[in-house]
Every structure is written in C-alpha cells, then in structure tokens.
C-alpha cells in the first residue's frame, strides 16, 4: 500500500531522516512531506509582502504563507507524525495536532515521556504515543502492509 506521511514539529534534531531511513530500510512505499524545516527561510517567508513595523507582523505573514503549504500537505496526508521535542515549546506542532483532529485525519505523537502531562490532550485524540523513531516505523510498517 502507498502512503503520504506528513511529520511535523521539531526542527532542530533528525527524527525526519531517521523514520525516512527506517523506511526506506523496510521497503515501504511512503512519501513523506513536512513543512519548511530552514527556521531562518521559515521566518522570512512573508518578508516579500512587504515591511513589518513589529515583530508580531512579521510572523503573522509568515505563519500565513507557511500555513500555505501545511495546511495543504497535512489535508493531502494519509498519516501525520507530530514530534515535540524537549529544547523548545512547539506550538506549531500542537496547532497542526488539533487541525488533524478536527479534520479527523489520523496522527500519532513522537516526544519522550516528560512532556506526556502538558501533552494529555493531544495524545488522547491520537491514534498512538511513540516515545522513538524505530516505533514510528514500526506502525508505518503495519498500517501500509
């Protein structure tokens, strides 16, 4: 079975390319899809629409031309990997959790058990919790055999 996999979250480690590598290890036919992972790129990406007078709207034009591409990937998606890292608060990868549940399109979380209590809410409207790459791949193993 084909499938797209859509990861979000985290920016800062490779959990990307190891659930890619795991993958492609196991031979599975899955494309995977994320959104801009060059914070620098990432924060610019409204900058072409002109100055900003505050910082507020910088990011408020960017997160509008991001949301482009992850609004349109996460709908496109058979699967979405939400990772929450330990070094940074990753509202994003929250914010793009709650529109998987609201579209009712299936996620599992990836994020060590240290943040399991501020994450209760995401978590329990996931299909799973994986706490390593090696069991996100596993899953991906299952669901697309």
Not at 5 to 19: C, F, N
Not at 78 to 97: E, S
Not at 123 to 143: F, H, N, P, R, S
Request: charged share 25%; hydrophobic share 40%.
């Amino acid at each position: 079975m084909s499938f797209t996999v859509y990861l979000s979250g985290e920016i800062h480690t490779d959990w990307r390319e190891e659930i890619e590598r795991g993958a492609a290890a196991a031979g599975l036919d899955i494309t995977f899809t994320s959104a801009v992972t060059d914070h620098d790129a990432s924060d610019a990406a409204g900058d072409h629409l002109g100055p900003a007078s505050e910082g507020f709207w910088r990011d408020h034009k960017s997160s509008k031309v991001n949301a482009i591409r992850t609004k349109t990937l996460i709908e496109m998606s058979d699967l979405v990997v939400v990772r929450f890292g330990d070094k940074y608060k990753q509202w994003n990868a929250a914010f793009d959790a709650g529109y998987c549940a609201a579209l009712g399109k299936p996620y599992v979380t990836l994020h060590g058990e240290e943040i399991v209590h501020p994450l209760k809410e995401v978590d329990a409207a996931a299909m799973g919790w994986c706490t390593g790459t090696d069991q996100v791949v596993e899953i991906l193993k299952y669901v697309t055999r």
